[in-house]
């Protein structure tokens, strides 16, 4: 059955923080664009970041790009890119003057600039210290301020969105260029070809791989899957945050900025125990060596709670006001989801997936970058990726806290400035490959036609669980080689799963069946790749590998869907203006 | 637990039916969001939106007992069964809980919802006091979850042309920042006997609001504008 299409300059798969920037670029240059969202665009999971965006703008104190720079590759633990690392942190403050003009309401210093608080690895002088303020906030609610400013500005600059539509395959023709994608119309069950001279994946994180995360539902790693399918490699795989402090049971996430005001956590017995892990940094020292300590001081019996299984983030110290003031929406979350008030009493929090490191492999300028003909890093014409779909790689194998957003609005900039560019270069759109919907129509035939398949929801939950008890914080040769197979085993299950409601009207069933795809190649990916790293760095820790090893690994890892293997390319060690950052050993 | 939900899928059913489910919860399950999730691992058929389950996206707004919320914080202990759910009054239903929202997103998109400022913008920030920017407290927070708009009976009867609390929330939200230079312009916009003066302070806005934002203050605001312009 031939499907229906339509046309565009551009399309942007996702409308969170880098999808919305880049629409905006595009729709301002007079692009045709359309901004493919499976949900209204202020939905987006950006809207649940919390504590601010990183960038030397250096209102409270002496601050330099360079100084973010080398805290983002300490804390990347010297897997971080070095020459997008650089980019990102020279283009930062522009970034967040720019959204400050859009009408972003960020907290205010006596003097009328933007304030800014302490964050996780943040330091002044090259490392040395001390914690400098650099993170741009509006109260806690930073990711929902920015979200909603630049899908205002979209609105003022008309951009074309189609909310409530799931993009389902990139359609590349046989010379791998890309020409759009496959979608779905949630309301009416209807797919179509959107077909563009230039593809963004915006699509976000997958953090719906664990059974315990800060994520939102909706975070199941489309872009992922859909590269994947294509033939794309995903990067550094292996590199999940787990964020120290999310609230216990619930896994809603407490922002870092708790701590940056001056909270800090405690153990069964009341200690301080970050003063023993992180002698300088203590509670601010970067994500991966929090939540290390703290499930070490769960494991070794010195966690708080009936069952010794979470510890305790105090801040009552800081006073009611402070709280109101600058972390009124965690005091909303932890009266509901843990009922404590903070103003008295400590919140019960533990170590939650919360961000993917890698993603589908992308430079400085946003393009998406594979090995081809002896090139590590051809760029796929007409190919882009932002945000944390993308491996740039800015975060290398630890994001520091704050980083992503910056990440989202210098790379959306970034990618929708490439694609500028790329459509004058090669105007108009090369005719879509016949088989343009062939992978999507049999997805949704094999669907419809399942008989006596597992259900969704149960497959979903042994991906979950799997990854949860094989690839969490600590990690074991063994049970990350037992994981692989098991994996495999669920991806089996996967092209096996039935849906029993066959309704065109917003079918929820299909669509999660459909996210399941992408969800399960984003496992598949991180637990190959992680099985496969015989060294600790950053957020990957093996207990039979206990320290980085730079003679050995200090490189990227690719994974491919097809025949589910490796390859390796190098890091890129030499920043595009500044001197290289070499590795050394990473305390705080 | 028992549930009686509101059940129709046009695709399929000739008209709307309530039906019962009986769950049986696990000790985690704390907030309504997570009952409706094993809801549908028994029955998958069921449609609804829900996304952050934080309160924040604003994605799971239903009528709940009668009442219009989330589901993701709407505590499950707090709730008398048999729990009845419904969707958002006043807005056409594509299936199940899930509404058509098109009608709140014009009246959203229609106060300007961006900051206007004409003036070139500075190289680096432009400054707004702490005092300035407190006056966006309680504003900028919106979620635009409609739960506001559709309790509120003034916004049932003229959607089309009342612009309803969230969007008059929002208005306000721009006219209030010192940066923007368009509050005549937004005045004049909505000096109309709907789009602003068919608010009648009902309060049902204020009520059901899940972030505690009070539209009806942000309304009295605009007005008090308006007149002392006008003098």
Known sequence: MALAKRSFDAVVVGAGGAGLRAALQLSEAGLSVAVVSKVFPTRSHTVAAQGGIGAALGNMGEDSWLWHMYDTVKGSDWLGDQDTIEFMCREAPKLVYELEHFGMPFDRNENGTVYQRPFGGHMQNLGAGPPVQRSCCAADRTGHAMLHTLYQRNVRARTQFFVEWLALDLIRDASGQTLGVTALEMETGEVMILHAGATLFATGGAGRIFASTTNAFINTGDGLGMAARAGIPLEDMEFWQFHPTGVAGAGILITEGVRGEGGYLLNKSGERFMERYAPTGKDLASRDVVSRAMATEIKEGRGAGPHGDYLLLKLDHLGPEVIEKRLPGIREIAKKFANVDPVKDPIPVVPTAHYMMGGIPANYRGEVVAPQAGNAEAAVPGFYAAGECACASVHGANRLGTNSLTDLLVFGKAAAESIIKFLQENPGRKDLPKDAAERTQARLARLDGQKNGESVAEVGTEIRRTMQAHCGVFRFPDMLAKGVKKIREIADRVSRTQIRDKSRVFNTARIEALELDNLIEVARASMVSAEARKESRGAHDRADHHTRDDANWLKHTLWYKDGDRLEYKPVHMKPLTAPTIEPKVRTY | ?231
């Open chain 2, 1 to 231: 637990m028992r549930f009686r939900i509101f059940r129709y899928d046009p695709d399929k059913d000739e008209k709307p039916a309530m039906r019962d489910y009986d769950v049986a919860l696990d000790p985690h399950d704390r907030m309504l969001l997570d009952a409706l999730e094993r809801i549908k691992e028994q029955d998958d058929s069921l449609s609804l939106r829900r996304s952050c389950r934080e309160g924040v996206c604003g994605s799971d707004a239903m009528n709940i007992n009668g009442k219009n919320g989330l589901a993701c914080v709407t505590k499950l202990s707090d709730l008398r069964e048999p729990v009845e759910l419904r969707p958002l009054p006043g807005l056409p239903v594509i299936r199940d809980l899930i509404v058509d929202m098109t009608q709140f997103f014009k009246q959203y998109h229609s106060i300007k919802p961006y900051l206007i400022n004409e003036d070139p913008p500075p190289e680096k920030e432009r400054l707004q006091s702490p005092e300035e920017r407190e006056e966006l407290d309680g504003l900028y927070e919106c979620i635009l979850c409609a739960c506001c708009s559709t309790s509120c009976p003034s916004f049932w009867w003229n959607p089309d042309k009342f612009v309803g609390p969230a969007g008059l929330l929002q208005a306000y939200r721009f006219i209030a920042d010192s940066r923007d230079q368009a509050t005549g312009e937004r005045l004049d916009d909505l000096e109309d006997p709907y789009r602003l003066f068919r608010c009648h302070s009902i309060m049902n806005c204020v009520e059901v609001c899940p972030k505690n934002l009070n539209p009806t203050r942000a309304i009295g605001k605009i007005k008090e504008l308006m007149v002392k312009r006008s003098v």
